[in-house]
């Protein structure tokens, strides 16, 4: 059975079609860069527009690229929560529309179980039960899994998400948007204990998270600086700044892999793209004898193979009504 899966909860609009094994024969993901970039952030309304315009041109080249006709689709499934609401809403009536003129049932599913499940899409086998950490531009979370759709929440940030701090630290050094590849770009320049950060949320037994005093430290050792910067400031501020966010993300993980007993740490989300994050949990996972699944770079950041998540709804009965809403958070 070939399955649609809808992704427009932030500024990707992304569809992709795969199997009920689940195997992803498509992906297609059109970012909205070009829309937010002058703004320096993702513009609620001016991504609901985006997507409006793009959701079907993306639905069709995914079908293409996967090789099939609509009419060939079992199912639809959404991510319909979390998110931007108005994004959120341009997904959930695509779909909505498409189950109805297909006579296929609708699914809706969840964002994170979604960003989680793009680890078991890399893996041979179960990745279930595990700890997970999703760390986005949206989110930063420590997840207790049982299975791909039973999970509790037992770490998240207080404030910023990690990705929402790298973005912000890569405007303040005019490194432009979206942030993070910038600013590891730059990071890979500098040396990472030319400036000593603060970590937020210091206390080892604290499973949460806070990136808003490291922002502010940021903004505050850059007043002192005399202006311009330099090339060589900037990529040892970037440099500093990424390692006291990685080194934050990596003491809760070892944290909570310790309180849980888990044997095996996902992580997914737009941040895990990040090379110093990667390496730093590999080690981490080493020292504790613990399997690491890091969710495949094309699957970090926000898509719609993650809503592939929706076989093991289906696989439950876990069928939506047509009344299915966008919940925001
Ligand atoms: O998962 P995602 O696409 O959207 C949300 O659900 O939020 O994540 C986007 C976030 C942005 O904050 C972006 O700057 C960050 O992921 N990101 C990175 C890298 N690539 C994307 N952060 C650090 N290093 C990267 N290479
Ligand atoms: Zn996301």
């Given at each position: 059975m070939f399955l649609l899966g ?12 795969f199997t009920d094994e689940p ?50 689709l079992g199912a639809v499934a ?26 296929i049932p609708l699914i809706g599913v ?38 791909a759709t ?157 809503a592939a998540v929706s076989v093991e709804y289906l696989r439950q009965g876990k069928i939506s ?9």
């Amino acid at each position: 059975m070939f399955l649609l899966g809808i992704e427009s909860s932030c500024d990707e609009t992304a569809a992709s079609v795969f199997t009920d094994e689940p195997k992803i024969l498509s992906s297609v993901v059109a970012s909205q860069d070009r829309f937010h970039s002058r703004f320096g952030g993702v513009v609620p309304e001016v991504a609901a527009r985006a997507h409006l315009t793009q959701i079907i041109p993306v639905f069709r080249q995914a079908l293409a690229e996967a090789g099939i006709v609509a009419r060939d689709l079992g199912a639809v499934a959404v991510q319909n929560r979390p998110g931007l609401v108005g994004s959120l809403l341009i997904g959930v009536s695509a779909a909505k529309m498409i189950s109805v003129a297909l006579g296929i049932p609708l699914i809706g599913v969840d964002h994170i179980e979604g960003h989680v499940y793009s680890c078991q899409l890399g893996s041979q086998k179960s990745i279930f039960p595990c700890l997970a950490l999703i760390v986005s531009g949206g989110h930063t979370l420590l997840l207790d899994c049982q299975t791909a759709t039973q999970s509790r929440r037992i770490g998240q940030t207080r404030d910023d998400a990690a990705g929402e701090a790298l973005d912000k630290a890569a405007a303040m050094l005019g490194l432009g948007f979206p942030g993070g590849p910038a600013l590891e770009r730059m990071a890979n320049k500098g040396n990472p204990k030319a400036f000593l950060f603060p970590l937020g949320m210091p206390q080892e037994s604290n499973p949460d998270f806070s990136f808003s005093g490291l922002k502010t430290a940021l903004l505050y050792t850059i007043r002192k600086l005399d202006q311009p910067l330099s090339e060589m400031q900037k990529a040892d501020l970037a440099a500093s700044f990424l390692q006291a966010v990685v080194q934050s993300l990596v003491r809760k993980c070892k944290f909570a892999l310790k309180a849980t007993g888990h044997k095996r740490l996902a992580v997914g989300g737009g941040v895990a793209v990040n090379g110093l994050l990667r390496s730093q949990l590999t080690d981490l996972a080493t020292t504790l004898g613990v399997e690491l699944i890091l969710a495949p770079v094309a699957w970090c950041t926000d898509n719609a193979a993650m809503a592939a998540v929706s076989v093991e709804y289906l696989r439950q009965g876990k069928i939506s009504p047509p009344d299915l809403d966008a919940l925001p958070l």
